[in-house]
Nanobody
């Protein structure tokens, strides 16, 4: 049963922008913190960004700080990742995740409660 539905990936040139979306249509995780991980070809999965349920708190990996913005619409049970000034090294499969309790640091994949199916982002040079 799919609980997190991602969309918005695609091919973009370096310097361009994309916005990823992740919906929780069943409202299964309506009070959870949400975030994004990514996994580039041949590399380990890494944390990207997270946002608390209250929307008050956010946290970003250093590699995306200042370029990516995470947001959420609790009425729609949807989290977004606005990615600007994209670089070829941002190429990866991006995964939406949820975590029951907010943590204001880099999340471990082991602390995540659910994963989306992933959406591919390819940045050409």
């Amino acid at each position: 049963q799919v609980q997190l539905v991602e969309s918005g990936g695609g091919l973009v040139q370096a310097g361009g922008s994309l916005r990823l979306s992740c919906a929780d249509p069943g409202r299964t995780f309506s009070s959870y913190a949400m975030g994004w991980f990514r996994q580039a070809p041949g590399k380990e999965r890494e944390f990207v960004a997270a946002i608390s349920w209250s929307v008050i708190s956010t946290y970003y990996a250093d590699s995306v700080k200042g370029r990516f913005t995470i947001s959420r619409d609790n009425a729609k049970n949807t989290v977004y990742l606005q990615m600007n000034s994209l670089k070829p090294e941002d190429t990866a499969v991006y995964y939406c995740v949820v975590r029951k309790y907010w943590y204001g640091g880099s999340w471990s994949g082991n602390a995540v409660h659910a994963w989306g199916q992933g959406t591919l982002v390819t940045v050409s040079s």
